[in-house]
């Protein structure tokens, strides 16, 4: 069964870095047909995609946070990151990373979340 | 974007009543429609595909139709676990995008 896992520091400082990291497991990031997606969720309110990268390593950003955003992969450690700069407090969220079904782009596999708070 | 607009953002409702969820998408997305159950504290779970798709291991009670722009989502007999928040996503085009969800609440 595919399990996938958030990690990363939970306190982030206004102007500074959000990083993040999905470790999988049960399943290789590099198989096709599969991309690897973050979404995040404010405490409260909807989700909102973040972007993606795909098994090939492609990535696609939304454009709201497309300035700001990085995802990488690392196939030896069956792992995908999330990079997000310039943070402030209205980047306060859950973030989930997810498995993308290629082609019809939706997410069958979730991690628990991660809580990040943004405040100095 | 593609806007997605749920109705209703809040509903009550019984114990083995039928309950009927809609999302209408901005512009036409042919089946591109994706439907999530939220439990609090939890990862949404993905309950839907391609609009009326349903995902292994989900009653079948549960069921999705619609195309172009208009969807439902639709519970047969509404069972207490179904008590949650519900989400339609849009996976048609970049950036995806999701309502801001349907709260089923117990009557």
């Known amino acids: 069964q595919l399990q996938l896992q958030e990690s990363g520091p939970g306190l982030v400082k206004p102007s500074e870095t959000l990083s993040l990291t999905c470790t999988v497991s049960?399943?290789?990031?590099?198989?096709?047909?599969?991309?690897w997606a973050w979404i995040r969720q404010p405490p409260g309110k909807g989700l909102e995609w973040i972007g993606y990268i795909s098994y090939r390593g492609s990535t696609y950003y939304n454009p709201s946070l497309k300035s700001r955003v990085t995802i990488s992969m690392d196939t030896s450690e069956n792992q995908f990151s999330l990079k997000l700069n310039s943070v402030s407090a209205a980047d306060t969220a859950m973030y989930y990373c997810?498995?993308?079904?290629?082609?019809?782009?939706?997410?069958?596999?979730w991690g628990q979340g991660t809580l990040v708070t943004v405040s100095s | 974007d593609i806007q997605m607009t749920q109705s209703p953002s809040s509903l009550s409702a019984s114990v083995g009543d039928r309950v009927t969820i809609t999302c209408r998408a901005s512009q036409s997305i042919s089946n591109y429609l994706n439907w999530y159950q939220q439990k609090p504290g939890k990862a949404p779970k993905l309950l839907i595909s391609?609009?009326?798709s349903l995902q292994s291991g989900v009653p079948s009670r549960f069921s999705g139709s619609g195309s172009g722009t208009d969807f439902t989502l639709t519970i047969s007999s509404l069972q207490p676990e179904d008590y949650a928040t519900y989400y339609c996503?849009?996976?048609?085009?970049?950036?995806?995008?999701f309502g801001l969800g349907t709260k089923l609440e117990i009557k």
């Open positions: 997810a498995r993308e079904r290629g082609s019809r782009n939706y997410y069958d596999f």
């Open positions: 049960g399943g290789a990031i590099s198989s096709s047909n599969y991309y």
């Open positions: 391609a609009a009326s």
């Open positions: 996503q849009q996976s048609h085009s970049i950036p995806y995008t």
